[in-house]
């Protein structure tokens, strides 16, 4: 089964312009999520897709990141303009819900991609 | 103050040796507990889940003290091909069943010949 997979692997762009980067889940995830680690720092949570619909946006840094996933499938990170304190490794992973005991709906392990190597200089 | 403080190392151990990581978190709202592993220029992958009861995977023992919000993960005879950084992780819910993985700054184990 084909896992977590990010496009670019690496990007590298002047501080102005615009990039996009691509994610796509496991098959038959509903769960996506968007991560960033920075230089030096831990890895923190973006945003939380379940299908379509933002599930929670919380951690997008400002409103030069826009973050869709038309269709549900796989999604899109859009950072325009670009400032060079958005240069860090940026993961998707997925999840899938599953019924525990008594029901109770619960997430299952979230699975990284690769990661995309993003500097702005 | 963090929400999941790990000393960050690097922890330096020969071949064979017993090494212990620990971790806090800060959100007592905090449900599920995990060990990450991520080597160099990778994605971080699940080692293992950590329930309160403790469990063990082969030479990985993970405990978890809800009380004292306390995490551990002990390796046992390490190996070389265990040198990595190992990232604390917790999942905090914030509605319903949608949930957000918080990290910690990871701790670097290098073990030696």
């Known amino acids: 089964e084909a896992g977590v997979t990010q496009f670019p692997s690496h990007s590298v762009i002047e501080k102005g312009q615009t990039v996009t980067l691509r994610c796509d889940p496991i098959s038959g995830h509903d769960n996506l999520y968007w991560y960033r680690r920075v230089m030096g720092k831990e890895i923190k949570f973006l945003l939380h897709f379940v299908k379509e619909s933002k599930q929670d946006e919380s951690g997008m840094p400002n409103n030069r990141f826009l973050a869709e996933r038309t269709g549900g499938t796989y999604s899109t990170l859009k950072v325009q303009p670009a400032e060079l304190e958005d240069s860090g490794v940026y993961f998707c992973?997925?999840?899938?819900?599953?019924?525990?005991?008594?029901?109770?709906?619960?997430?299952?392990?979230?699975?990284f991609g690769p990661g995309t190597r993003l500097l702005v200089l | 103050r963090k929400e999941v403080e790990q000393d960050p190392g690097p922890f330096n151990v020969p071949e064979g040796a017993t090494v212990a990581f620990n971790c806090t978190y800060s959100?007592?709202?905090?449900?599920?507990f995990f060990w990450y592993r991520q080597d160099c220029r990778k994605e971080p992958k699940l080692l293992m889940s950590v329930y309160s009861s403790g469990n063990e995977d082969g030479r990985f023992t993970a405990q978890l003290n809800r009380a004292s919000q306390y995490i551990s993960l002990l390796i046992r005879d390490s190996k070389l091909s265990d040198s990595a950084t190992y990232l604390c992780v917790v999942n905090s819910p914030h509605s319903g069943t949608a949930s957000k993985l918080t990290f910690g700054t990871g701790t670097r184990l290098q073990v030696t010949l």
């Open positions: 959100n007592s709202a905090s449900q599920s």
């Open positions: 992973a997925s999840s899938q819900d599953k019924f525990g005991d008594w029901t109770r709906l619960y997430q299952e392990t979230q699975y």
